[in-house]
């Protein structure tokens, strides 16, 4: 009566079973140890959410995210900036 579960026991591959143990693994580590988004520091989570090491952390990188976008973007618009004046620069040269 019990073989069918004999049997889907014994059809569990070893990659399974190595899957498993990787996402255990995986689980494990996330519960001990977490980089603070902010100040990039190892810090042991309370929750499995947690984003950050502390509460300053967290109002940092909220105050900080506005300013962040916008360097991003004048980064980006620097280098359309350049790609644009080096194409500009390739089209003269081959109509010439
Ligand atoms: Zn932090």
Redesign the pocket.
């Known amino acids: 009566m019990n073989e069918q579960t004999t049997l889907s026991s014994t059809t569990l591959t070893l990659a399974d079973v190595q899957a498993r143990l990787a996402q255990r693994q995986k689980a494990t580590e996330r519960k001990l140890v977490n980089t603070?988004?902010?100040?990039?520091?190892t810090?042991r989570p309370e929750r499995r959410w947690q984003r950050?090491?502390?509460d300053?952390?967290?109002y940092?990188n909220r105050a900080n995210s506005g300013l962040r976008q916008i360097t991003e973007l004048e980064r980006e618009v620097e280098f359309l900036l350049t790609e644009n004046e080096r194409l500009r620069k390739r089209i003269a040269e081959l109509e010439t």
Request: proline share 0%; charged share 30%; with cysteine.
């Open positions: 603070c988004e902010e100040c990039q520091k810090y950050f090491c502390s300053t952390c967290r940092a």
